[in-house]
């Protein structure tokens, strides 16, 4: 039973477009996100979150949106670069876990941006 | 400020045996958690320690088993291997419990290889 789930596996952008990740949810209970970008042979390393009671977050090049609504989050990354290019993976935390390190990720979204 | 560190970081074992991956949690983090990642999809949580007690587990069968000791470092074993327990073996430290609040930190992982 896949609670998060990124129905892409992959992504192609051009440098300096944006690059927008998707992800859905089926559990109410997630009470908070995040993403994570992984590199080949690097563990997964912390992108960017956000609460449940906020529907926008930015950091820098990167914004992630959040519809309680339609359970679905994504993440923008505008201008996208080469070096971005790596696997997201989205994650969820639900209230009932939330003090036992217990992350819920998606497949994971592989992208590429062509220089 | 040394990063988390895992070892070894490939192994190959035959179905049956038994497997213990190591980890060490980045200076000054007192909680450690264990992921499971197959090929093509995202991390699953195994268990998470603090302060040396298994705080968390997610849907493996006891011959997944842990421990944690003083200096925080961990160390993950796997008994009657199973070819099916082939895959990456994150390890992810935190200065707290909680996943959402403190991010975690992964190591590069351990690849299992069970033939």
């Known amino acids: 039973d896949q609670q998060v789930k990124q129905n892409s596996p992959s992504l192609s952008v051009q440098e300096g477009r944006i690059s927008i990740l998707n992800c859905d949810y089926t559990n109410s209970m997630f009470d908070y996100f995040l993403w994570y970008k992984k590199y080949p042979a690097e563990g997964p390393t912390f992108l960017i979150s956000i609460s449940s009671i906020k529907d926008k977050n930015e950091d820098g090049r990167f914004t992630v949106f959040l519809n309680k609504s339609a359970k679905h989050l994504s993440l923008h990354i505008v201008p996208s670069q080469p070096g971005d290019s790596a696997v997201y993976f989205c994650a969820a935390v639900d209230l009932g876990s939330s003090n036992t390190g217990k992350l819920i990720f998606g497949q994971g979204t592989t992208l590429q941006v062509k220089p | 400020e040394t990063g988390v560190t895992q070892s070894p970081t490939h192994l190959i074992k035959t179905r049956g045996q038994q497997v213990t991956l190591r980890c060490s949690s980045q200076s000054g983090h007192n909680t450690v958690s264990w992921y499971q990642q197959a090929l093509g999809q995202g991390p699953q949580f195994i268990f998470q320690?603090?302060?040396?007690?298994?705080?968390g587990r997610g849907n493996f069968p006891p011959r997944f088993s842990g421990l944690q000791f003083p200096n925080y470092s961990s160390e993950l074993n796997v008994n009657a291997l199973e070819l099916d327990d082939s895959a990456l073996y994150l390890c992810?430290?935190?200065?707290?419990?909680?996943?959402?609040?403190?991010?975690?930190?992964f190591g590069s992982g351990t690849q299992l290889s069970v033939l």
């Open positions: 320690y603090y302060r040396e007690e298994e705080n």
């Open positions: 992810a430290s935190s200065a707290g419990q909680g996943a959402a609040n403190e991010k975690l930190f």
